[in-house]
């Protein structure tokens, strides 16, 4: 079965820190993979999205890496804000199934604290 | 900007009543969602559409039903709500072509008591 597992499951930082948050998958083939931000009590937001073939992508303070021959992914964030405080979600897209049937993580939650 | 718009917020219903979750965009996307996203769980997808009175079932499909009779509206239904359905429910669309990227709604926190 087709999964994405997240790590750590939460994770509190001090404001102006950096931070690196983890996503293994068993996705295969898969056609990308995206990391969104979900705030409390909001839909997630995409993030950053990377093809197979790309192992780094970057927006604003935000940078995912990919290894597609480990099959894992990391989401640096950088000089964190208290706006950054969110849920974390690895979501891989297969190669399969036209777009519609992704597979979720469970989700990172950071907390930004002064 | 894509606008997914949720009918509530949060909603409480009774155990048995037939509950209806509305959802609309405004961006002429020919797929929509309904997952349910559980603690723990992650998101876990209930049913889509990827066109007008198109649907097909998704991971976890049981127990509830939908409706898409026009392009910018898909409706989710619980026909016999149950305690085992309270959730957070979460709307999506996309275009059919050119990106897997999907937009979601705000969401709807429903209990069942």
């Known amino acids: 079965k087709n999964q994405v597992e997240q790590s750590p499951q939460s994770l509190i930082i001090l404001e102006g820190k950096n931070c690196t948050l983890q996503?293994?998958?068993?996705?295969?083939?898969?056609?990308?993979l995206r990391w969104y931000k979900q705030d409390t009590g909001r839909g997630p937001v995409s993030l950053t999205i990377?093809?197979?073939?790309?192992n780094t992508k970057s927006n604003g303070r935000y940078t995912a890496t990919l290894d597609a021959d480990t099959k894992q992914s990391s989401l640096h964030i950088t000089a964190s804000q208290l706006s950054d405080s969110a849920s974390y979600i690895c979501?891989?897209?297969?190669?399969?199934?036209?777009?519609?049937?992704?597979?979720f993580g469970t989700g990172t939650q950071l907390k930004v604290e002064l | 900007d894509v606008k997914v718009t949720q009918s509530s917020r949060y909603l409480v219903k009774r155990t048995g009543e037939k509950v209806f979750l509305e959802c609309v965009q405004d961006?002429?996307?020919?797929?929509m969602f309904w997952y349910r996203q559980d603690p723990g769980l992650g998101l876990r997808l209930i049913y889509f559409?990827?066109?007008?009175?198109?649907?097909e079932k998704g991971d976890i499909p049981e127990g509830y039903s939908v409706s898409r009779e026009k392009k910018e509206r898909f409706s989710l239904i619980l026909e016999s709500a149950s305690t085992n359905q309270t959730s957070m429910y979460l709307c999506?669309?996309?275009?059919?072509?050119?990106?897997?990227?999907?937009?979601f709604g705000p969401g709807t926190r429903l209990t069942v008591t």
């Open positions: 999506a669309s996309r275009l059919d072509q050119g990106s897997d990227e999907q937009y």
């Open positions: 996503c293994n998958y068993t996705v295969s083939p898969f056609s990308n």
């Open positions: 990377m093809t197979f073939s790309e």
């Open positions: 979501v891989v897209c297969p190669l399969t199934g036209g777009g519609n049937k992704l597979t």
């Open positions: 961006m002429d996307h020919e797929n």
């Open positions: 559409s990827y066109d007008v009175k198109m649907k």
